[in-house]
């Protein structure tokens, strides 16, 4: 997130006995899968890089695997509308919470795009460089050596997903996107064989918690905000919606395109949030 939504946070809730019960249960199935199936794809990459180069037809469905698990594992629902994209191209989604990257990867095999400083998060950093995250620097002199890694994952066949606000809310709201990533789909490279779809994501909160529980957004810590989702006897569920793709060509510019984006982006929230 290169910069940060501020709103206010409602106040933790205590946790029981049957709460921290259900923390070290759910926690423990999804802390072992990852145990076990991260350090299989980092083996896995070496044959995969040597053979295949920037291509991953293996390592991806691991994590997807790990995705879905914990899911499962948390109980949130996902609710799929519409259809993905099937070449290469990029998702353009807006961005609520942490739970989002298991919620995305769980449905697609997709590479994310984030800040550089999230390579050095620890723990997440990790995770994050072992399933082929794009790192950006938010430094306009990188923009040329930015755009390039961009054209050589597309046009590999990888779809990357972008988050154009630039930081997560409280799931009640899209943010302004951002224009400057999508200066890369118009390079001459990608132009006329990159494709982006907006998703829109919806989170419901469970019954009897506020609107903004699977939020993550301002100076909330890291902690507090999964142990209450491990915690939740209840858990809500997650609406991907997939829109209509657009052809980069079609658009004269990256505000243009960036526009369509975002707009499909707030129908879709709008309309699921009202329903």
């Known amino acids: 997130m290169s910069r940060t939504w501020q709103g206010a ?12 019960l259900r923390v070290l249960c759910r926690g423990g199935v ?15 990459r070496i044959p995969e890089r040597l053979i295949f180069g920037l291509d991953r037809p293996w390592t991806p469905y691991i994590t997807q695997f790990v995705c879905r698990l914990a899911c499962r594992t948390l109980g949130v629902r996902r609710m799929r509308r519409g259809v993905p994209m099937t070449g290469p191209g990029a998702y353009v989604v807006n961005h609520v919470s942490w739970l989002d990257i298991f ?8 590479y994310f795009v984030a800040k550089s400083e999230v390579a050095g998060w620890p723990g997440i950093g990790w995770l994050a460089r072992g399933t082929g995250t794009v ?3 938010r430094d306009p002199r990188a923009a040329p050596v930015q755009t390039r890694l961009f054209e050589d994952r597309l046009r590999a066949g990888h779809r990357l997903l972008f988050f154009p606000e630039g930081t997560s809310t409280d799931g009640l709201r899209v943010l302004p996107f951002r224009t400057t990533l999508f200066q890369a789909f118009l390079s001459d490279r990608l132009r006329d064989v990159v494709q982006v779809q907006p998703v829109s994501l919806v989170y419901h909160a469970p019954e009897g918690e506020a609107p903004s529980f699977y939020g993550w957004w301002g100076d909330m810590a890291l902690g507090p905000a999964l142990l209450s989702v491990l915690a939740a006897p209840r858990q809500g569920r997650v609406e991907v919606i997939y829109h209509p793709l657009l052809r980069v060509a079609d658009f004269p510019d990256r505000k ?4 369509a984006a975002e707009a499909a982006v707030r129908a879709g929230f709008a309309a699921a949030r009202a329903a």
Not at 103 to 110: E, T
């Open 256 to 259: 243009a395109l960036a526009a």
């Open 9 to 20: 946070a409602p106040p933790p809730r205590p946790l029981g006995a049957r709460d921290w």
């Open 30 to 44: 999804i802390g072992a899968a990852l145990a076990v199936c991260f350090p299989l794809l980092l083996l896995l």
């Open 103 to 110: 919620v995305l990867n769980a449905g697609k095999r997709l």
């Open 135 to 137: 790192f950006i620097a």
